[in-house]
């Protein structure tokens, strides 16, 4: 158990990790570029992470090779620690205080559409 979880912890650390890059990067983008409060950098890193969580599950299925400490240390770690619902969550409720009811429906819909079709491209590139 301790194994797994050190296991985890490491790709979580790592996941983590790229997620504060994504999210500095896209602000900083976004300071320079666009004056909209649109929460760039969570919706990234949602649907960056929804397309390696398809490819993970694509290439376990297909092709059999990835074993637990393998789940553990890129799903259950990377993924987890790259993607974060609950700064999304935050970012819905600062947009829905802001009143930018346009900017939280484009990023709810978008999320959670492309979230679906890439996880879904990330098994058929598999396949």
């Known amino acids: ?6 296991i985890a912890g ?3 650390f790592i996941g983590t990790c790229g ?9 900083h983008w976004l300071e320079n570029t666009w004056a909209h409060p649109f ?4 919706f990234l890193v949602n649907i960056i992470g929804c397309f ?16 637990h ?12 620690g790259f993607t974060t619902f609950s700064s999304m969550s ?5 947009l829905v205080q802001g009143r930018h009811t346009f900017m939280l429906v484009l990023y709810l819909g978008l999320t959670l559409s492309l979230g679906f079709l890439l996880v879904w491209a990330g098994r058929a590139v598999i396949k």
Request: with cysteine; net charge positive.
């Open 1 to 6: 158990m301790i194994k797994s979880m050190l």
């Open 10 to 12: 490491l790709g979580g």
């Open 19 to 27: 997620r504060y890059m994504v999210g500095k990067v896209s602000s």
């Open 39 to 42: 929460p760039l950098g969570t």
């Open 52 to 67: 390696i969580i398809g490819i993970l599950f694509g290439m376990a299925e297909k092709y059999h090779f990835i074993n």
């Open 69 to 80: 400490n393998m789940s553990l240390l890129l799903i259950t770690g990377f993924c987890g």
């Open 90 to 94: 935050d970012d819905m409720y600062i």
